[in-house]
């Protein structure tokens, strides 16, 4: 199932949750109160990574890499969310933008600096949300059954 990420933002974006399966941004959802403290040092430690691999072999890179069997274990038996800065970095909110809302059993208003801390919950115990396509993840809430992200301003 797909669902926008629209509103006052300068792309509008349709976000498919059925393929994080396969993103290595992904995270288990026993795992996130420990990776929201270090993303950004994870991110950063990432990219100097890449940068320094880039400078002793090349740009080269490969996007296809295989799973390993490990990770399709994981994958078939564990839940995972995704983090919602990327897909909102993506399509670039105005700058009059200033909250963020989620459509789902219930509806979500949370202001926009708050949106790193939300995630994007698309599996339970290796299978898709029967009542996705996801969930939001913010502070001690879950909104169910989401199907719509705006982001709101004051225009």
Not at 25 to 37: F, H, N, S
Not at 43 to 72: C, E, F
Request: glycine content about 4%; proline content about 6%; hydrophobic content about 40%.
């Amino acid at each position: 199932m797909i669902f926008p990420l629209d509103g006052s933002v300068r792309h509008s974006l349709t976000i498919d949750p059925t393929v994080w399966i396969f993103d290595e941004r992904k995270r288990k959802i026993e795992d996130l109160d420990a990776v929201i403290v270090n993303d950004r040092d994870a991110y950063y430690a990432k990219m100097g990574k890449a940068w320094d691999d880039g400078l002793s072999q090349g740009t080269r890179i490969d996007h296809n890499k295989p799973m390993s069997r490990q990770d399709k274990d994981e994958a078939l038996r564990d839940s995972f969310a995704m983090p919602l800065a990327p897909f909102l970095n993506n399509a670039e909110p105005v700058d009059l933008a200033t909250h963020i809302r989620f459509y789902g059993d219930t509806i979500l208003t949370i202001p926009l600096n708050e949106a790193p801390r939300v995630y994007l919950q698309f599996s339970k115990d290796g299978k898709v949300l029967a009542d996705g396509p996801v969930y939001v993840l913010y502070e001690d809430q879950v909104i169910r059954q989401v199907n719509h992200i705006t982001v709101l301003s004051n225009q």
